[in-house]
C-alpha cells in the first residue's frame, strides 16, 4: 500500500497499487466501458427487436461459446500462475505457464473462427439487422483484443520480468472479464 506522500510522487494515485504499469489500468478501464456500452446496446436492441434478436440467436451455437469460455477461464489461470511465477523470480517457470496461456488462447481463436464459419455459412452477417451487427461487432471486438493479449503475453513472455508479466495478464484477464460478460448476453439471455 503506497502513502499519500508516494502516490503524489509517482502521479499514479490509486492505480500505484494495482499489479502490473499503472498505464494498463487506464487501457483496461477504458476497454470495460467501451465493451460495458457495447453490451448495453445490445440489451437495448433486444428489447426494442424482440423477433430479429431471437432469429438471429437461433443462428447461434452456445456449445463452442461455452468451450471458449472454459479455454479463456483455464488460460486466466495459467496467467495467473504465471504472474505469480515471475513475482518469486521463477522465471522459467512464468514461461512455461504464459505458453499454456497463450496455447489456449491460440484455441479460442481457432474455436472462435469455426464458429464465425459456421454461423455465416447458415446465413448470418451483418446485413441480417441489428443484433447480427452487434453481435459480429462485440464478437469480432473481443477476438481483436485476445490476438492483442496473445502478442502482449508473446512480448512480456522471453524476459518474465515480474512487473511485465504481471501487466500483461491483467490485460488478459480483461479479456477474461469481458468473455465472461459477452457469452451469456449473447448467447444465453432471451
Known amino acids: 500500500m503506497t502513502t499519500e506522500a508516494e502516490a503524489t510522487e509517482t502521479g499514479w494515485g490509486v492505480l500505484d497499487g494495482l499489479p502490473g504499469h499503472p498505464m494498463m ?6 476497454e470495460l466501458v467501451v465493451f460495458g456500452a457495447l453490451l448495453g446496446i445490445v440489451a437495448v436492441v433486444r428489447l426494442l427487436q424482440p423477433a430479429e434478436a431471437a432469429a438471429v440467436q437461433a443462428l447461434l451455437d452456445p456449445r463452442p461459446a461455452f468451450v471458449n469460455t472454459m479455454v479463456l477461464i483455464t488460460s486466466g489461470w495459467l496467467a495467473a500462475r504465471a504472474a505469480a511465477a515471475a513475482r518469486a523470480a521463477a522465471r522459467a517457470a512464468a514461461r512455461r505457464w504464459l ?12 474455436v472462435k473462427l469455426h464458429e464465425y464459419a459456421t454461423e455465416l455459412g447458415a446465413g448470418l452477417d451483418p446485413e441480417s439487422g441489428a443484433f447480427a451487427t452487434l453481435y459480429l461487432l462485440v464478437t469480432g471486438f473481443h477476438l ?3 490476438g492483442l493479449g496473445l502478442v502482449i503475453l ?3 513472455a522471453p524476459a518474465a520480468d515480474a512487473e511485465a508479466v504481471e501487466t500483461g495478464t491483467a490485460f488478459w484477464h480483461m479479456v477474461d472479464l469481458v468473455w465472461l460478460l459477452v457469452f451469456p448476453v449473447l448467447y444465453l439471455v432471451r
Open 154 to 156: 508473446a512480448v512480456v
Open 144 to 146: 481483436l483484443h485476445v
Open 99 to 110: 505458453a499454456g496461456a497463450m496455447a489456449l488462447g491460440a484455441v479460442f481463436v481457432a
Open 25 to 30: 489500468w487506464v487501457l483496461i478501464a477504458s
